[in-house]
């Protein structure tokens, strides 16, 4: 299944964004030049993360990082570095992304900064998941969690919570998950933090689908893919469809399975993400051949290896 990155959760840059002016007795001062290149070069960044462009996204970061590290700007770095880090992940680099996750950590370490350590002990608990260590995982994210609920805002303390029923559910703890699950809904309906929200639909519809329940399974991820066509964002999209015609597969329906994969295959390729694009014409294939639709199963086949092929 495809799990999706959340950008207010995983990029370091939103503290930023209320810094752009600092104040003094004259009133409203700009920020030093370098500190106002490296802030720029972040919303470029975070603009290709959102659509899914991870490669040019981590350009603009790397070059944030050099212009911090030119004027010794350690807090500037430690967000520079959690940033490549969180390209890296979504580019499935999981052993990449944590030693850039820790080198950030270790500079909020040094200077004391928690909101800066609750988010790289988070997103280092979802690498550890994604290599097959939810408990290690488990671990990482109590601690984001205990900062979050001493001193952070209920969104992040929402994030944390159901990033713990993940890590439950991978270890087979379904109730546990599921209450998990449930908390970090409750506070993301408190706050009407709708990307938080399309997280938790995301990891409802998981457990279900763990349980092979597929109408409910089936209506959660249905939640979630309607939240994100409300904001119109295409990564999350593609996911929501392909999860949509995994389920919709296993409950017999493969005619509606298969028109959720090509939707999903025709984001991805769009975006450019061709890790997607490589599951979305495998499932294609796969059903057209169920079908005996050898034609179209050929099609999508000789995509996928013009795809695969190296460029000249």
Known sequence: MFRRISLLVYLLFASLFLSVIATGCAGPQPLPPKKSEALE???????????????????????????????????????????????????????????????????????????????????????????????????????????????GPRAGQATRWNNL????????????????????KKLNEEEENFAGLVDNWNNIGSIYESQRDWPRSLEAYQNALAMDKKVENSPGIAADLSNLGRILEA??????????????????????????????????????????????????RKRAAEISAPSK
Not at 48 to 77: I, N, T
Not at 165 to 184: R, T, V, Y
């Open 41 to 151: 070069l972040d919303r470029k960044g975070a603009e290709y993360f959102h659509q899914g462009q991870y490669e040019k996204a981590l350009k603009f970061f790397q070059k944030a990082l050099q212009v911090r590290e030119s004027v010794d700007d350690r807090q500037g770095v430690a967000s520079s570095l959690n940033n490549i880090g969180a390209v890296h992940q979504a580019l499935a680099d999981y052993p990449l992304a944590a030693r850039y996750y820790e080198r950030s950590l270790a500079i909020h370490l040094d200077t004391g900064d928690e909101a800066g350590q609750s988010l790289n002990f988070n997103n280092l608990g979802s690498v550890r998941r994604l290599e097959g260590k939810p408990e290690a995982a488990l671990e990482l994210f109590r601690k984001s969690l205990a900062i979050e609920e001493k001193k």
């Open 165 to 184: 029923g993940l890590a439950h559910q991978d270890m087979g703890n379904d109730s546990l998950a599921w209450e998990c699950s449930q908390k970090a």
């Open 251 to 300: 409950a017999g329906e493969k005619d509606k399975a298969l028109d959720h994969y090509l939707r999903a295959w025709k984001i991805n390729e769009y975006l450019g993400l061709t890790m997607r694009t490589d599951k979305d014409l495998a499932n294609l294939i796969r059903l057209h051949e169920a079908r005996g639709d050898l034609q179209e199963a050929e099609k999508f």
